[in-house]
């Protein structure tokens, strides 16, 4: 079974980095609950246009991506490290991330999931703003994602979804939704029996 596991705010904390170079910028409040896409809408004080300048430093600044802190715990990535070392799934890693200065995504990418797994592991890392079609075309069976632009293109293309619960990506009611890459896996591993009680339904 081939599996796609989201990068940001499923593996790294992408919206912990934003939210911190907006406090560090504009003063703006750290204790913050991402409810929509845009960040202007949730953090209170923040403009469009500021949230454009907090945009604009993170894509000038050296190799952004490596120094994302962990959203996973560390119990997960020794999880994942198993999972792809037992060769149970063969595990894809997508990602939309766009250029920033430094290397190539892709190779930040890699690095900072190679350092957080651990062991002599190169992760397969795709970077892409069609994943619906490159996980159909790589005959992907069950996808981890929580972007709702996301989610919506992968199920077009006939593609499982798996949701990382986050408050942007409640409207998603009928999907199995999961907080961390344990629960991740153990959907995974009970899929046959999960969609069996969605047909019943």
Partial sequence: ?????????VLADFNGAFIDLSHELF???KDVEITEWDFYR?????????????????KNRE????TLKPFAREEDFSLLREVILSKRYEIFFVTSRFPVRGRSVEEQ????????????????????SKKGALCE???????LDDAP?????????????VVMDWPHNRQFVD???????KEFFHVVENWDIICQNQTVE
């Fill in 175 to 181: 999907l199995p939704r999961v907080k961390n890459l």
């Fill in 1 to 9: 079974m081939k599996i796609m596991i989201d990068v940001d705010d």
């Fill in 149 to 161: 632009h996301h989610i919506d293109n992968l199920i077009c293309h006939g593609v499982s979804v």
């Fill in 63 to 66: 190799n952004f991506y490596e």
């Fill in 137 to 143: 075309k790589m005959n992907i069976s069950i996808a």
């Fill in 109 to 128: 990418t890699c690095r900072w999931i190679k350092r957080h797994i651990g062991g002599s592991i190169s992760p397969l890392v795709y970077v892409t």
């Fill in 27 to 29: 003063g703006t409040p």
């Fill in 42 to 58: 949730c953090i209170p004080g923040l403009t469009r246009e500021m949230e454009q300048e907090v945009w604009n430093i993170i």
